[in-house]
């Protein structure tokens, strides 16, 4: 089977970061950035990213292609079943703009939590 799952990471999962090991034999495609509209927020030792209208610059990751065995173990790291993120399309600058990416976005309230703006740094 040959599925190419684009993933945008902006966290922990990012190249030198402690959940990079979860994306081990996948292919980093490059670093990227999200369009407008979406912020960072630190939740203690990990980010978490919430789309906010206000938001001009984006946020700074890396495209990865990951198989379909990989797309599940992330899904559990992040807490899918937990509602703790979700997984959902987003779209990226050039020159990942037409492709289809998704991405891990926080599910839970951000309230109280800093503002990390558009790069979160280990
Ligand atoms: N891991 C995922 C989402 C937040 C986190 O720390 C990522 O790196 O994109």
Redesign the pocket.
Same mark, same amino acid.
């Given at each position: 089977m040959s599925t190419e799952n684009l993933?945008?990471? !902006? =966290?922990? *999962?990012?190249r030198g970061?402690?959940?990079h090991h979860f994306l081990t034999g996948q292919k980093f495609l490059g670093e990227a950035r999200t369009r407008p509209g979406f912020r960072l927020y630190a *939740?203690g030792g990990?980010? =978490?990213?919430i789309p906010l209208s206000i938001d001009r610059d984006g946020v700074k =990751?890396e495209v990865w292609s990951v198989d379909a065995a990989a797309l599940v173990r992330?899904d559990g790291?992040?807490g899918l079943n937990e509602g703790m !993120?979700r997984r959902e399309r987003i779209v990226l600058l050039a020159p990942f703009a037409d492709r289809e990416v998704e991405? !891990?976005i !926080?599910a839970r309230s951000v309230a109280g939590r800093r503002d990390l703006g558009s790069e979160?740094i280990e």
């Open positions: 993933v945008f990471v !902006y =966290g922990t *999962l990012k970061c402690s959940n *939740l990990f980010p =978490g990213m =990751g992330l790291l992040e !993120y991405t !891990y !926080y979160w």
